[in-house]
């Protein structure tokens, strides 16, 4: 065990780093705040490189983190301070090496995301694929990144559950298209189809759109089917992560 | 139009009072912010007392305020900061008097929360029965104010849509039993009815419970039936509000 006690700490400025995306996406690793999400790290055999545990973290998880072997620090209350992204510390931060998914299997459920932009949607829509048994997510340009704390933390550890790729949705549909399986994208246009006349089928692509502008006109024009969820009420619109969640159970 | 220039001026320290539960629960007015929320009210007749705008908000909508007759204050950018709950203030909040609906009909599809902590997920429930046509919701004890600026943000207008009562949830139960309704709990249990097995009615209430511990025991017992979500992949739980909507869209 070593100690960090100041939070000018040249350790700790370099880990704050990536609390940036553009250093993140440099790096192969990055930070897993609370213990819930380091244990679920531990169980799926994520490679924890090293754990920061502030006084009170020390009390209660020291054994835990000796019996995994795991390097840790002891940080003093204003190094854990500068160094968590929550108001509130949670005791807890593990540096955790990256494990993207790299051979893809695209058969069976999969939910896509066309620039879904904040993080706490992604991080509740991946978590709701795994609870309706997907069998993964792509990300989209635009849409927020995996490794973010806050997408991290609306996740729950659904990240070690289910394989979760980020590249471009158009250069993937023809993948899907390849294995059989239905593109479905959705519009808030009733043109579109209602939800509730599709018929289910194991294999398919669900994709979501942006909170604001739904999806790209581009990528609409590339599915099998548009559908939509009719709207009885006077509200303009459903959140996208309700809406995802209405679909995924609705077609599973 | 009156100007005020100092983030310590009076008026804004008393309105700012407003953004605290306990002196907006004494209040009968409380405050909303931003233009797209403004609008609803003003659509809906609410009664809006008076307007804030700032130097870009008198810009773009001196005549719509002017149009509806509303008496407003132009303030300086430092006494817009003071008196936003944002990061980024919009540029327009209104003081608006409350409206507690007081004459309950409990017949048709009623939504009710138990102890949902969370003003995000409140909202986004709220919205989500307003989008699947319910014709209310009751806040039972230990839920978000539906006057606050998180709730009311995150409801998109819905409060004006359809009513929204705060009380008891043990007392209410016998009234929605009274019209014939049945009252659904939801459980994470497998010992509870999955959803998809319930039939369709014309009037029920569905009740969901808190974040972390669920409905209360108490309640629990006092539900016709208690449904759950079934889980299918490896994650715990649903976010609430996802579990809300999959349950309210799948029972109408």
Redo the contacts between chains.
Sequence with gaps: MKEIQAAKNNKIKELKKLHQRKYRSQSENYLLEGFHLVEEAAKANAKIKEVYLDERGLQLWQEWVERYQLDYYLLSDEAMKALSELPTPQGMIALVQKSDPNLADFSGKWLLLDNVQDP?NVG?IV????????DGVFLGKGSADKYSSKVLR?M???QF??PIFSGDIKETIPEFKKMGSNVYGTKLDQAALSYTQVEKTPSFALILGNEGQGMTEEILQMTDQNLY?P?????????V??????LM??L?
Aim: glycine share 18%; charged share 10%; hydrophobic share 45%.
């Design positions: 706490g509740t978590r709701t694929a795994d609870a309706a048994g997907f609306s729950q550890g659904s559950h289910l969820i709207i009885y009420g006077a509200a303009e619109s459903l959140n992560g309700v809406a995802a969640g209405i159970y609705a599973i």
